[in-house]
């Protein structure tokens, strides 16, 4: 056996068994069918050969493969080679078709009883199912007829009331009994109460045409999608439930129902309710939540509810005759669209709750404060911002929902998280304080007017009535000064005069306008306080300084007779006293008195500190004195002023002494002294050497003064001076005291307190200014910082560039190669001089600063422009450079400043044809490098020269 090719697993076509093939191709035509089958049942006894034949491609020959060893070999072996078939006899052939033929018959009528049995089958199973279909439907029918049966004899037999009621709940009956429509008949009552809920009706049947006397029917959790009009015919109906339901649009004849009082539509596919709705005014409680509602029928406002519910509809806005029920008390509106409220929707006076949840209301109309018996108010998840000033009139409030308002300013977030009690405190104290700088407004306004008329009372010459008569100012009043004037002449006098001369003057000082309505003024006037009290007081007979009475003959008449200037004020009690008021006739009026200006509550506090501090001198004083007395009055009290009074005299009466004794050395005459004894001057006239003799004289000098008849009554005047002089002592010392006690508190208040609120504003704004003066100031430096890097590196290009400039280009003939020699150093190479071998390593392009260029148009600013934006007021900023840029190209300086890309530094040699297109656009900068860069070397080259001059 020959060797087996190396590439033996190449895929072959397999040895062809054509023997069968042949032998049926040389049968006749007519007998080709039995004939195969006979030849298919030959050929499955021929032996196959064990060997498998493939073909070699490199060879180009066939070898075989052994199918069980799987040896290969190029040539079959000789007990394999041929396999020699003898043709089958004709006796064989026609037995093996008439074999065949019996075959296919058996095996029709075997198919023929499998198909017959399969039908009778089939056939008993349908009659079995249907027979158990039957049984199933009777079943659910008797099912279905003991439950409305057993309904309808519950409704008929139970004796607690007068009238029938049927329930039949979630029983998925699917249809309306006849035994509803014969109840009355079979149990002799009227069927009143129907409840059918989630039984899967698709209509209400004939309900309304056999069951007329219904007061409640409730049809919810069905599948009914259309009310007929026969509805109507339900005169009686009190109570109509068609929750969770598939209708889509309700009849026209639900307004015919007078009687309905409750009408439940939730859970349908509604998209808008017939307007004949707005006839039923007896309804109480309409429920359309859960549909596709779009508007509710304009003349809503038409019925008496007391509930709406309409949450989760698509409602934009409720109609305006919704405000006209006066009734409601309960209206949903969650889960719409709605951006605002009815303007009128103060007019509900009985609301008590009022949810708006998930809607888009921005702002709350102020009518909403009117709702005093509102207790409830769902406002979350909507875009409101703050509530209305006069919320706080919400007494009743007792639940309130804000959260999910982003843009919620007031109240507070944590105002609104402590509750409906917290935010009408808050909006209390809101209101108190707006509407008192409104009234002090209002107050100032008129003040400003008052003074205005004081100040140009010649505009007044024309009137029918002198200004005296109408008007004073100054009057004084527990130490204020008021005006004084008619309140009617404010309106029809003062007001109109002004308003004229503001059209015709414009250097008038003060108010040019007055818009406030006359109810707010005299509001504001009687209600507002000031840290002084009420600015404003009204009397019955103020007294003006002319009268302009008229008698019924409209003459002239004097109301008062004519009084002296002391009888007049002991006769006035009222407000209008004042102390500079002349005698004369005096006009008793009613008059408005108004103070001239308003006391802050910081100079009542001071004028209160004051006044404590005055009364406690006053009381240390009034003590020092009271003390001092009854020290001089005590025993004593009164040996000591004896004493020290005689000693002051007996002082006194030997100066006098002394000094007479001094002029008689000198002129030789007699002092005349009745307070010193003859004798005694004789002994003067002696010489006293010793000083116990000068003692001695002293002391008879004493003696004789103490008996002197004189000597009494001198010591009492000078016991009235000394007590005098101690109570006064005392009252000055104990004044000081309590001035130190007072100058004590006050740095005490001080310290404790700290600053004032104007010291703290001026430290404030001191503060502000430094750190604003100090961050412009930064900000300048910063400003050249950047400017100054900006020209450095645009320096160092143009230095770059002038290097570059100092290489020559020269041809090597010998190397046919081109070579740069530099001008400076006779240096040459090869290499071809580029830019970036003369920039520092990692150089760019440095970013135009923000400061240089113009943010509208993009542009590069023009130095005067940068200087004054560099422009400092510190004397730091004197102490700069000056240097500047002149104004590049626009639209290149445009280009870097929005880019803010690198530019690439390219020889003009190197660039190609789109380079240079785009380079034509940085002219302009490169122009600007090139300035600024000579003038940072020139000053670099002027420093260098001055540090040489000074070494």
């Not at 944590?414 to 009234?439: D, H, I, M, P, T």
């Not at 001092?628 to 000591?640: F, N, P």
Request: charged share 30%; net charge neutral; hydrophobic share 35%.
């Amino acid at each position: 056996m020959a060797a087996a090719p190396l590439h033996s697993s190449i895929a072959g076509n397999p040895i062809r068994r054509n023997t069968v093939h042949s032998i049926a191709s040389s049968q006749p035509a007519q007998a080709q069918t039995s004939r195969t089958s006979s030849a298919i049942s030959h050929a499955a006894s021929i032996p196959t050969c064990p060997f498998e034949k493939h073909f070699d491609p490199q060879t180009g020959r066939y070898y075989h493969i052994h199918k069980e060893s799987g040896e290969s070999v190029w040539d079959v072996p000789a007990s394999h080679a041929n396999i020699t078939l003898s043709a089958p006899s004709a006796d064989s052939q026609i037995a093996a078709a008439t074999e065949a033929q019996q075959y296919a018959t058996e095996q029709a009528r075997k198919r023929q009883e499998r198909i017959a049995i399969a039908q009778q089958y089939n056939l008993e199973r349908r009659t079995e199912d249907e027979k158990a279909r039957k049984q199933s439907h009777q079943a659910e029918q008797s099912r279905q007829y003991a439950l409305w049966r057993a309904a309808c004899e519950r409704g008929g037999i139970d004796t607690s009331t007068t009238d029938g009621s049927v329930r039949v709940s979630w029983q998925k009956l699917g249809y309306i009994s006849t035994q509803i429509y014969d109840f009355e008949r079979d149990f002799g009552r009227k069927l009143t109460r129907l409840c059918i809920e989630g039984n899967s009706l698709q209509s209400i049947g004939a309900i309304p045409v056999y069951c007329t006397h219904l007061v409640h029917l409730s049809l919810a959790s069905n599948n009914i999608q259309q009310l007929d009009g026969d509805i109507s015919k339900l005169h009686q109906l009190q109570r109509l439930n068609l929750l969770q339901n598939q209708l889509e649009i309700l009849p026209n004849e639900i307004g015919e129902l007078s009687e309905l009082r409750e009408l439940e539509v939730a859970g349908n596919c509604l998209v808008e309710l017939p307007p004949s709705i707005c006839l039923l005014h007896d309804l109480k409680r309409l429920n359309v939540e859960c549909n596709s509602l779009r508007e509710l029928p304009e003349h809503i406002g038409d019925m008496a509810c007391q509930e709406l519910n309409a949450n989760s509809n698509a409602l934009s806005s409720l109609p305006c005759s919704i405000v006209r029920m006066p009734n409601l008390r309960h209206l949903c509106i969650n889960d719409n669209r709605i951006d605002c409220l009815p303007l009128d929707v103060g007019n509900l006076r009985h609301l008590e709750v009022l949810h708006a949840s998930k809607n888009r209301i921005s702002e709350l109309p102020t009518s909403i404060c009117r709702l005093a018996s509102l207790q409830s108010l769902w406002l979350d998840f909507n875009k409101t911002t703050a509530l209305p000033a006069d919320f706080y009139q919400l007494r009743r409030l007792q639940e309130l929902k804000m959260e999910g308002n982003p843009d919620m300013v007031l109240p507070p977030v944590e105002k609104l998280v402590e509750g409906a009690r917290a935010v009408l405190r808050w909006s209390e104290c809101r209101y108190a304080s707006s509407k008192n700088a409104r009234q002090q407004s209002i107050v100032m306004s008129v003040q400003d007017i008052l003074r205005q008329v004081g100040q140009n009372m010649m505009l007044f010459s024309d009137y029918c009535q002198p200004l005296d008569s109408m008007f004073e100012a100054n009057v004084e009043f527990k130490g204020h000064l008021f005006y004084q004037f008619l309140p009617d002449a404010l309106w029809t006098v003062f007001i109109p005069k002004l308003k004229d001369l503001w059209s015709r003057s414009e250097h008038v000082v003060g108010i040019r306008s007055f818009t406030y309505d006359r109810r707010d003024v005299e509001q504001a006037l009687l209600e507002f306080r000031d840290a002084g009290g009420r600015v404003a007081r009204h009397d019955s007979k103020a007294r003006f300084r002319r009268c302009s009475c008229k008698n019924n003959s409209e003459g002239k008449k004097a109301c008062n007779q004519q009084r002296s200037h002391r009888d007049t004020m002991s006769r006035r009690t009222s407000i209008s006293r004042r102390s500079n008021k002349p005698g004369g006739w005096a006009c008793q009026r009613p008059a408005l008195f108004l103070r001239m200006s308003l006391v802050k509550e910081k100079d009542m506090a001071e004028k209160r500190r004051t006044n404590v501090e005055k009364a406690r001198i006053d009381a240390a004083v009034e003590s020092a004195e009271l003390g001092a007395k009854r020290h001089l009055s005590s025993d004593e009290g009164q040996q000591h002023i004896r004493k020290q009074a005689e000693e002051r005299v007996v002082a006194e009466a030997l100066s006098k002494l002394v000094a007479a004794d001094a002029n008689h050395d000198d002129d030789g005459s007699d002092a005349d002294n009745e307070d010193v004894p003859s004798t005694f001057e004789t002994s003067t006239t002696v010489s006293i050497g010793s000083t116990v003799r000068q003692e001695i004289a002293r002391r008879a000098a004493v003696v004789k003064i103490r008996l002197h008849p004189n000597f009494g009554r001198k010591v009492q005047r000078m016991e009235e001076k000394i007590r005098r002089d101690y109570i006064s002592s005392e009252v000055d010392r104990r004044r000081m005291l309590a001035e130190e006690t007072n100058r004590k508190m006050k740095t005490i208040r001080h310290n404790w307190l700290g600053m004032s609120v104007d010291e703290a504003f001026r430290e404030w704004r001191t503060a502000i200014r430094r750190a604003k003066r100090g961050k412009r100031r930064d900000m300048k430096a910063k400003m050249r910082t950047e400017r100054l890097k900006y020209e450095s590196e645009l320096a160092l290009k143009e230095y770059a560039k002038r290097q570059l400039l100092l290489w020559d280009e020269y041809w090597d003939e010998y190397n046919d190669a081109p070579y740069w020699i530099n001008r400076h150093t006779d240096e040459s190479t090869y290499e071809e001089p580029r830019l970036e071998r003369f920039l520092p390593e990692g150089w760019s392009m440095p970013d135009l600063p923000s400061h240089m260029v113009d943010r509208e148009t993009g542009n590069m600013l023009s130095r005067p422009e940068v200087r004054e934006a560099e422009m400092d007021t510190d004397e730091s900023s004197s102490e700069e450079d000056d240097s500047g840029y002149e104004s590049p190209n626009d639209a290149a300086n445009s280009m870097a400043a929005s880019r803010g890309s690198k530019v690439s530094f390219l020889l003009p040699d190197d660039r190609d044809e789109e380079g240079k297109d785009n380079a034509n656009g940085k002219v302009g900068a490169e122009a600007e490098a090139k300035a600024a860069a000579e003038r940072i070397l020139e000053r670099r080259k002027h420093i260098l020269l001055l540090k040489r001059q000074n070494r």
